[in-house]
């Protein structure tokens, strides 16, 4: 029972008994008041009876008469004329019942009318005795009138009593609601201020609660902040905001080893001819002013899209890189960005015109980097030689089948009727190199080769199926729990969570697997969830429901969503692996992560780095905090161990 | 009872209390009609007849026997009542004893002058004639032999407590002027 409950019942309980007592006490002592006025009326009726009749002739029909003139008054029950010897000369009796009054109110509140007595002498003689008594009936009548009236105006305050009492405990009540609301709020990172009430006790503390509330608020924008500020610093270059060169190449390391990624795609590069001269001519703050616009004109061409990089290379050289584009879109693509930057008409001179180069070559996952950056120079330089753009192709023709919107729709429809995908593990250790997870993903095998995720989840996400597969991938994955007792880590589409019968299925799913349930992660990829994280929460609370945990992947570029999704009961975090290439070369990334980790383990969510290439980089992931790795050095560890 | 009559009216009014209780032990034992006469003699002699206006600067006062013994004066009724509870805590019968107001004629036979008295009467059977014990004369005289005493209404302690003689401060005793006397007369101590 809450407390306000209680104290109304309390109060209620009070006031009964308040009213009640009351009630008791009058009527009683209206009983005690009637009872003496019967005994006063009693004795002195026979007082007077007896004193006519000590002054009238003593014969029988005199006293008769006598007595029936006092007792046809109709005040008296019984009155009885005896002689000394104790004989009854003369009797009247009537019924005493009092018409109209309850029986029970008779019988609870006995009233007792004593009879009165005098003594009836003719001279000296004594001739006898009369003894009267009141009747009660009047008396009665007029206690349950007056308990009817007293009554009903005590049951009338008493009701008053009862509503004025409700309802100030719900004017008590509505702002401790709210106070319970905005606590609740902060909880789940929304920080309100709520309005004081009016109840002097209670305001203090909703006053106490707005600076909380604040003070919290401030404090996770203040940390959210520097973190945002530390990973730019790290990653990205100071004049434009792009991605720096070190940030763009770890990008592309992940690209070309990610198995979750489009296995083949598209690198650009632009490069605005005649730097030095511009720099000679305008002067250093100008050109810096020209490249940030240029750096925006490029932002500004390019299609959003999740994996799209666009960093400075170099003082005028900015790169591009698109996975899962073909080389005919790159083309179509730099041509764009080129006509935008010179829609910019910006001029120098009538001899300088600001001038662009710009190339593009296709790439497959096998390259490497290093290759890869040699080919887009060499396409650069002969951009530069024969102007215009210049597109090339990879060393070697792309493996992904392109079948068509209807072809992917077909092919993704009959694998899932015919069970046909598969699943590959990839493995997350403690720095100490102990299993936290295998991370399992959907291979689909064909007749020409077998599919990553990355190559069909795309094409699943436009027709419609990506719930259907990652539900698929989940089915698989808790096949597998019975095989061993390694916990596992599944991949959902961001894109799944809004499609209506994805929980429903995931619900169902997770009942299959029982007390297994709490060995199941499921993993969402941060890039594509919107900011207000939409979907995870209905998420969170099937999986919280059954015992299963939920992590992020790819983390990294929304954090300041990090205190929101302490809210969804979060297990862990998987850093971006473009925060981890080459992290033990590069301070700032190593102050991120730092950061992140601090800020994780405060909200009690692990942290795990994606895409440890080498032991140098475990090593620094290691030390910063991070809780377990995944990547090559990862699969190696575990196949040595 | 004798401190109580001592610290209200002194040492005479203690000392006749004394004196009343020591009488009373030498008349028990006697036949009831001796006991009448002593008793009838020995207030009628100790108690100076005088108005409640005179002893208790009140139009009328019942007082109790303490109080008109100790203050050795009191009007018809105080004589009887000292009387009358006197023979009661001899053992006197409750129904042979009754307070009877009287027209008594004053001045002799042929006067046409009347007060109001109380005498005490005492019925030896219901239907005898009384005796009548009066502060007027020190004889006891039968009723009939009192031409001068016309009786209006008599009454006894009966038709008082019928019925509930427990609940004696029940209010409407407190305007009863005999249950009145008799709460005075346990505050003092003194319960024939």
Same mark, same amino acid.
């Given at each position: 029972?809450?407390?306000?409950?209680?104290?109304?019942?309390?109060?209620?309980?009070?006031?009964?008994?308040?009213?009640?007592?009351?009630?008791?006490?009058?009527?009683?002592?209206?009983?005690?008041?009637?009872?003496?006025?019967?005994?006063?009326?009693?004795?002195?009726?026979?007082?007077?009876?007896?004193?006519?009749?000590?002054?009238?002739?003593?014969?029988?029909?005199?006293?008769?008469?006598?007595?029936?003139?006092?007792?046809?008054?109709?005040?008296?029950?019984?009155?009885?004329?005896?002689?000394?010897?104790?004989?009854?000369?003369?009797?009247?009796?009537?019924?005493?019942?009092?018409?109209?009054?309850?029986?029970?109110?008779?019988?609870?509140?006995?009233?007792?009318?004593?009879?009165?007595?005098?003594?009836?002498?003719?001279?000296?003689?004594?001739?006898?005795?009369?003894?009267?008594?009141?009747?009660?009936?009047?008396?009665?009548?007029?206690?349950?009138?007056?308990?009817?009236?007293?009554?009903?105006?005590?049951?009338?305050?008493?009701?008053?009593?009862?509503?004025?009492?409700?309802?100030?405990?719900?004017?008590?009540?509505?702002?401790?609601?709210?106070?319970?609301?905005?606590?609740?709020?902060?909880?789940?990172?929304?920080?309100?201020?709520?309005?004081?009430?009016?109840?002097?006790?209670?305001?203090?503390?909703?006053?106490?609660?707005?600076?909380?509330?604040?003070?919290?608020?401030?404090?996770?924008?203040?940390?959210?902040?520097?973190?945002?500020?530390?990973?730019?610093?790290?990653?990205?270059?100071?004049?434009?905001?792009?991605?720096?060169?070190?940030?763009?190449?770890?990008?592309?390391?992940?690209?070309?080893?990610?198995?979750?990624?489009?296995?083949?795609?598209?690198?650009?590069?632009?490069?605005?001819?005649?730097?030095?001269?511009?720099?000679?001519?305008?002067?250093?703050?100008?050109?810096?002013?020209?490249?940030?616009?240029?750096?925006?004109?490029?932002?500004?061409?390019?299609?959003?899209?999740?994996?799209?990089?666009?960093?400075?290379?170099?003082?005028?050289?900015?790169?591009?890189?698109?996975?899962?584009?073909?080389?005919?879109?790159?083309?179509?693509?730099?041509?764009?960005?080129?006509?935008?930057?010179?829609?910019?008409?910006?001029?120098?001179?009538?001899?300088?015109?600001?001038?662009?180069?710009?190339?593009?070559?296709?790439?497959?996952?096998?390259?490497?980097?290093?290759?890869?950056?040699?080919?887009?120079?060499?396409?650069?330089?002969?951009?530069?030689?024969?102007?215009?753009?210049?597109?090339?192709?990879?060393?070697?023709?792309?493996?992904?089948?392109?079948?068509?919107?209807?072809?992917?729709?077909?092919?993704?429809?009959?694998?899932?009727?015919?069970?046909?995908?598969?699943?590959?593990?990839?493995?997350?250790?403690?720095?100490?190199?102990?299993?936290?997870?295998?991370?399992?993903?959907?291979?689909?095998?064909?007749?020409?080769?077998?599919?990553?995720?990355?190559?069909?989840?795309?094409?699943?996400?436009?027709?419609?199926?990506?719930?259907?597969?990652?539900?698929?991938? $989940?089915?698989?994955?808790? *096949?597998?729990? =019975?095989?061993?007792?390694?916990? &596992? !880590?599944?991949? %959902?589409?961001? /894109?799944? @969570?809004?499609?209506?019968?994805?929980?429903?299925? $995931?619900?169902?799913?997770? *009942?299959?697997? =029982?007390?297994?349930?709490?060995? &199941? !992660?499921?993993? %969402?990829?941060? /890039?594509? @969830?919107?900011?207000?994280?939409?979907?995870?929460?209905?998420?969170?609370?099937?999986?919280?429901?059954?015992?299963?945990?939920?992590? &992020?992947?790819?983390?990294?570029?929304?954090?300041?969503?990090?205190?929101?999704?302490?809210?969804?009961?979060?297990?862990?975090?998987?850093?971006?692996?473009?925060?981890?290439?080459?992290?033990?070369?590069?301070?700032?990334?190593?102050?991120?992560?730092?950061?992140?980790?601090?800020?994780?383990?405060?909200?009690?969510?692990?942290?795990?780095?994606?895409?440890?290439?080498?032991?140098?980089?475990?090593?620094?992931?290691?030390?910063?905090?991070?809780?377990?790795?995944?990547?090559?050095?990862?699969?190696?560890?575990?196949?040595?161990? | 009872?004798?401190?109580?009559?001592?610290?209200?009216?002194?040492?005479?009014?203690?000392?006749?209390?004394?004196?009343?209780?020591?009488?009373?032990?030498?008349?028990?034992?006697?036949?009831?009609?001796?006991?009448?006469?002593?008793?009838?003699?020995?207030?009628?002699?100790?108690?100076?007849?005088?108005?409640?206006?005179?002893?208790?600067?009140?139009?009328?006062?019942?007082?109790?026997?303490?109080?008109?013994?100790?203050?050795?004066?009191?009007?018809?009724?105080?004589?009887?009542?000292?009387?009358?509870?006197?023979?009661?805590?001899?053992?006197?019968?409750?129904?042979?004893?009754?307070?009877?107001?009287?027209?008594?004629?004053?001045?002799?036979?042929?006067?046409?002058?009347?007060?109001?008295?109380?005498?005490?009467?005492?019925?030896?059977?219901?239907?005898?004639?009384?005796?009548?014990?009066?502060?007027?004369?020190?004889?006891?005289?039968?009723?009939?032999?009192?031409?001068?005493?016309?009786?209006?209404?008599?009454?006894?302690?009966?038709?008082?407590?019928?019925?509930?003689?427990?609940?004696?401060?029940?209010?409407?005793?407190?305007?009863?002027?005999?249950?009145?006397?008799?709460?005075?007369?346990?505050?003092?101590?003194?319960?024939?």
């Amino acid at each position: 029972m809450s407390l306000l409950r209680r104290l109304w019942v309390s109060v209620v309980v009070a006031m009964t008994v308040v009213l009640v007592g009351a009630f008791a006490v009058s009527l009683f002592t209206a009983r005690s008041y009637f009872e003496q006025q019967l005994t006063a009326q009693a004795s002195d009726g026979a007082v007077s009876l007896a004193l006519s009749m000590s002054q009238q002739s003593k014969d029988v029909a005199t006293m008769e008469l006598l007595v029936t003139a006092l007792f046809d008054g109709g005040h008296y029950r019984q009155i009885r004329f005896t002689d000394p010897s104790g004989r009854v000369l003369v009797e009247r009796i009537q019924d005493d019942t009092a018409e109209g009054v309850p029986g029970w109110l008779v019988a609870l509140v006995p009233m007792e009318a004593r009879p009165g007595q005098a003594l009836v002498s003719d001279g000296w003689r004594q001739v006898g005795k009369v003894s009267v008594v009141a009747a009660r009936s009047y008396a009665y009548r007029s206690l349950w009138r007056g308990a009817l009236q007293l009554g009903s105006v005590m049951l009338a305050i008493g009701l008053f009593w009862a509503m004025a009492v409700s309802m100030l405990l719900r004017w008590v009540r509505r702002p401790l609601d709210e106070m319970a609301e905005q606590a609740e709020a902060i909880g789940a990172g929304q920080f309100r201020v709520i309005e004081e009430p009016r109840v002097i006790e209670l305001q203090s503390m909703a006053r106490a609660l707005n600076r909380m509330s604040e003070r919290i608020r401030a404090l996770f924008s203040e940390q959210a902040g520097r973190i945002a500020r530390l990973r730019d610093e790290g990653s990205h270059d100071g004049g434009t905001g792009l991605l720096n060169r070190a940030a763009f190449n770890g990008e592309l390391r992940r690209v070309l080893s990610d198995p979750d990624v489009a296995p083949g795609g598209c690198l650009a590069v632009l490069r605005i001819a005649d730097l030095v001269v511009l720099n000679q001519k305008l002067g250093r703050a100008r050109t810096d002013e020209w490249l940030a616009a240029v750096a925006e004109a490029l932002q500004d061409g390019l299609e959003a899209g999740d994996d799209v990089a666009l960093g400075r290379l170099g003082g005028a050289e900015f790169g591009v890189l698109v996975p899962g584009m073909g080389l005919a879109d790159g083309r179509a693509m730099l041509e764009r960005l080129c006509s935008a930057v010179t829609a910019l008409d910006l001029e120098v001179d009538a001899a300088h015109r600001l001038h662009l180069d710009a190339a593009a070559v296709a790439y497959r996952r096998d390259d490497t980097p290093g290759e890869l950056m040699a080919r887009v120079d060499s396409a650069l330089m002969r951009a530069e030689a024969e102007g215009g753009i210049v597109a090339e192709p990879g060393g070697s023709p792309l493996p992904i089948p392109v079948p068509g919107a209807e072809g992917w729709r077909e092919m993704l429809e009959g694998a899932l009727a015919r069970h046909e995908f598969t699943l590959t593990s990839y493995p997350v250790l403690t720095s100490e190199g102990g299993l936290v997870h295998r991370e399992y993903m959907l291979r689909l095998p064909t007749a020409g080769a077998v599919l990553t995720a990355g190559q069909f989840m795309p094409a699943a996400v436009r027709v419609g199926l990506a719930a259907a597969c990652d539900l698929e991938a $989940l089915r698989l994955g808790i *096949a597998r729990l =019975g095989e061993s007792s390694e916990p &596992i !880590a599944i991949n %959902v589409a961001p /894109r799944s @969570l809004i499609e209506t019968d994805f929980l429903d299925g $995931l619900d169902i799913l997770l *009942a299959t697997a =029982g007390t297994g349930a709490s060995r &199941i !992660a499921v993993e %969402v990829s941060e /890039r594509g @969830l919107d900011a207000s994280l939409a979907g995870l929460e209905a998420l969170a609370e099937v999986l919280a429901r059954h015992g299963a945990h939920l992590g &992020i992947e790819h983390f990294g570029r929304q954090l300041a969503a990090l205190p929101r999704l302490y809210a969804l009961r979060l297990a862990y975090l998987k850093l971006d692996g473009s925060f981890v290439a080459s992290l033990h070369e590069n301070p700032g990334h190593q102050r991120l992560v730092k950061a992140i980790v601090d800020v994780a383990h405060g909200l009690e969510v692990a942290v795990y780095a994606e895409q440890v290439h080498t032991a140098e980089e475990w090593a620094a992931a290691s030390v910063l905090g991070v809780s377990g790795m995944t990547g090559p050095e990862a699969s190696r560890r575990l196949a040595a161990a | 009872m004798r401190q109580v009559a001592q610290q209200r009216f002194g040492q005479t009014g203690g000392e006749a209390v004394e004196a009343w209780r020591s009488a009373l032990g030498g008349w028990r034992g006697l036949n009831e009609e001796e006991q009448l006469r002593r008793i009838n003699e020995y207030f009628n002699r100790r108690i100076r007849f005088a108005d409640d206006s005179v002893v208790w600067s009140q139009a009328d006062y019942w007082a109790t026997p303490l109080e008109t013994i100790a203050r050795a004066a009191g009007d018809c009724e105080d004589f009887v009542f000292a009387k009358y509870f006197t023979l009661r805590e001899l053992g006197v019968a409750e129904d042979r004893l009754r307070m009877t107001y009287v027209r008594a004629q004053v001045g002799g036979a042929g006067s046409s002058v009347s007060q109001a008295h109380m005498v005490l009467s005492y019925y030896p059977t219901p239907d005898a004639v009384p005796l009548v014990l009066d502060n007027l004369i020190t004889e006891i005289r039968a009723a009939s032999a009192r031409p001068d005493l016309v009786p209006v209404f008599s009454f006894n302690m009966q038709g008082v407590f019928v019925g509930g003689a427990a609940r004696a401060t029940s209010p409407v005793d407190r305007v009863s002027r005999w249950r009145e006397l008799l709460l005075r007369m346990r505050s003092e101590g003194y319960t024939p």
